[in-house]
């Protein structure tokens, strides 16, 4: 359910940015939901394969850490939290 979600909000972003109308609020939104969400299901398989999950011949661990480091890469997911709040207050995270 999770997985569908996240690719139809993908879906429906791509469909506002061909016509014109996505934000980077927007943007900012589905990354840093999908980002969370994959993560999520990165944990549950790996947590799911027990002990094999952390060895090299399954793939659980090594997608796991490549999401984590989109979600710490520079502060993405601190940025796009930042950028969503000041949609939501009006007031800049920045400067």
Known sequence: TEITKAQLLCLQLGRLKDDGKSTP??????KRNNVSMATDVARE?????????ILAEYQAMRHLANL????TYEGTHDIHTLILGQEIT?????G
Do not use: D, K, W
Not at 25 to 30: D, K, T
């Open 25 to 30: 609020q927007q943007v900012s939104l589905a």
């Open 45 to 53: 398989t790996r947590r799911l394969l027990g002990a094999n999950g």
């Open 68 to 71: 984590e480091s989109v979600y």
């Open 90 to 94: 009006g007031i800049s995270s920045f």
